[in-house]
């Protein structure tokens, strides 16, 4: 069997990897990656474009994939469909990964860049600007940036990720589930006596949850999903996820290097979010790489889209446990004092 480490083209700080056996066709290394990424790949397996992930007779790490910046115009595409990984160069002993020392010193190889092509207008993977502004223009919102002084707080150690091409992604996900139940338990299980949770952190990195379709008011679809949810007991017991929505949340490993896009990104979603979900809460959204930056969005009953940026664990831990007990949180003018929750939290 062959361990391929890819990266798709308009995510290359964050690698992945699918595992086939070295006489499979690419057709299969497509379906296995979209297999795998169902979240960002929305179009066809077979629409997707590899590439040797190879300079000058070397593997692309971790580290200097991020120089090409996207331009794949000096690298091999791998065109034949039904070409085997062992005649594209990708058999198993060409793509063994160095040693743990090297790869400490220059990061783990890349063997595959995927290329997603023709992906529509909504996809929410893709947002830019214009798409943000039209979105909040349809619906009558107005944009808001709230700016506080943080005091420093190193009471909550940040998550402490591991190198992605000596761990698997799905490790990552249960380690940082685990990080953050542990550090929301207060507010999930109040009452430990009792043992029964009322609310839920739930894994939907490959459900496509956020949708929304067929609006008259809305000149394209929006379809995607997020990496987790946070949900109420009214979710659980009825199954319908966005009944008791609280919170849409992404979780970034390299969210400083694509931060504009990942942000452009949850913008849409909260509002997709709070436009589709139950109205008893409304939705905050939050894009964190779970240590030094805590993005959060909401819908304001003035349809007012505003974001607020905390730069610690304590803080950013400190405002969802706030928000999900309805106790406190940001000031409508910024301050950093956890005022009643209800000005954020109003039905929309």
Same mark, same amino acid.
């Given at each position: 069997? +062959?361990?391929?480490?890819?990266?798709?083209?308009?995510?290359?700080?964050?690698?992945?990897?699918?595992?086939?056996?070295? #006489?499979?066709? !690419?057709?299969?290394?497509?379906?296995?990656?979209?297999?795998?990424?169902?979240?960002?790949?929305?179009?066809?397996?077979?629409? %997707?474009?590899? $590439?040797?992930?190879?300079?000058?007779?070397?593997?692309?790490? =971790?580290?200097?994939? /991020?120089?090409?910046?996207?331009?794949?115009?000096?690298?091999?595409?791998?065109?034949?469909?039904?070409?085997? !990984?062992?005649?594209?160069?990708?058999? &198993?002993d060409?793509?063994k /990964?160095?040693?743990?020392?090297?790869?400490?010193?220059?990061?783990?190889?890349?063997?595959?860049?995927?290329?997603?092509?023709?992906?529509?207008?909504?996809?929410?993977?893709?947002?830019?600007?214009?798409?943000?502004?039209?979105?909040?223009?349809? %619906?009558?919102l =107005?944009?808001? !940036?709230?700016?506080?002084?943080?005091?420093?707080?190193?009471?909550?150690?940040?998550?402490e @990720?591991?190198?992605?091409?000596?761990?698997?992604?799905?490790?990552?996900y249960?380690?940082?589930?685990? $990080?953050? #139940?542990?550090?929301?338990?207060?507010?999930?299980?109040p009452?430990?006596?009792?043992?029964?949770?009322?609310?839920?952190? &739930?894994?939907?990195s490959?459900? &496509?949850?956020?949708?929304?379709?067929?609006?008259? @008011?809305?000149?394209?679809?929006?379809?995607?999903?997020?990496?987790?949810?946070?949900?109420?007991? %009214?979710?659980?017991?009825?199954?319908?996820?966005?009944?008791?929505?609280?919170?849409?949340?992404? +979780?970034?490993?390299? !969210?400083?290097e694509? *931060?504009?896009?990942?942000?452009?990104?949850? +913008?849409?979603?909260?509002?997709?979010?709070?436009?589709?979900?139950?109205? /008893?809460?409304?939705?905050?959204?939050l894009?964190?790489y779970?240590?030094?930056?805590w993005?959060?969005?909401?819908?304001?009953?003035?349809?007012?889209?505003?974001?607020?940026?905390?730069?610690?664990? *304590?803080?950013?831990?400190?405002?969802?446990?706030?928000?999900?007990?309805?106790?406190?949180?940001? =000031?409508?003018?910024? #301050?950093?004092?956890?005022?009643?929750?209800?000005?954020?939290? #109003?039905?929309?």
């Amino acid at each position: 069997m +062959v361990k391929l480490f890819c990266a798709l083209a308009f995510d290359l700080g964050s690698s992945f990897s699918v595992e086939l056996d070295e #006489n499979s066709a !690419l057709t299969k290394v497509k379906e296995a990656i979209k297999a795998t990424k169902t979240q960002m790949v929305l179009c066809g397996a077979e629409k %997707l474009q590899l $590439y040797l992930a190879m300079d000058d007779r070397k593997w692309l790490t =971790s580290r200097t994939i /991020q120089r090409i910046k996207a331009d794949l115009s000096g690298f091999e595409r791998l065109e034949s469909p039904q070409r085997s !990984l062992l005649r594209c160069g990708l058999g &198993e002993d060409a793509v063994k /990964q160095p040693d743990d020392e090297e790869i400490s010193k220059g990061g783990g190889h890349i063997n595959v860049i995927v290329v997603v092509p023709d992906y529509t207008p909504g996809d929410l993977c893709y947002p830019d600007q214009l798409k943000v502004d039209e979105f909040q223009e349809a %619906l009558g919102l =107005s944009s808001r !940036l709230i700016q506080i002084e943080e005091d420093d707080d190193n009471s909550v150690p940040g998550f402490e @990720w591991r190198n992605s091409a000596q761990h698997e992604e799905s490790d990552q996900y249960t380690r940082y589930m685990a $990080y953050m #139940n542990d550090h929301l338990k207060v507010v999930f299980c109040p009452d430990e006596s009792k043992m029964k949770p009322r609310l839920f952190l &739930e894994d939907t990195s490959n459900k &496509e949850i956020l949708s929304l379709c067929g609006a008259a @008011w809305l000149k394209f679809d929006v379809s995607g999903s997020a990496d987790l949810i946070i949900v109420d007991r %009214l979710a659980k017991h009825y199954r319908v996820l966005l009944a008791g929505l609280r919170f849409v949340i992404d +979780v970034r490993k390299n !969210l400083q290097e694509d *931060a504009e896009r990942v942000r452009h990104q949850l +913008v849409l979603k909260l509002i997709v979010a709070d436009f589709t979900s139950g109205k /008893q809460h409304a939705p905050v959204g939050l894009v964190t790489y779970l240590d030094t930056s805590w993005y959060f969005v909401w819908v304001t009953t003035e349809k007012e889209s505003t974001s607020l940026e905390l730069h610690c664990a *304590a803080h950013g831990f400190q405002l969802i446990r706030d928000v999900l007990s309805d106790d406190s949180a940001p =000031s409508s003018q910024g #301050n950093y004092t956890w005022p009643s929750a209800s000005s954020m939290m #109003n039905e929309s």
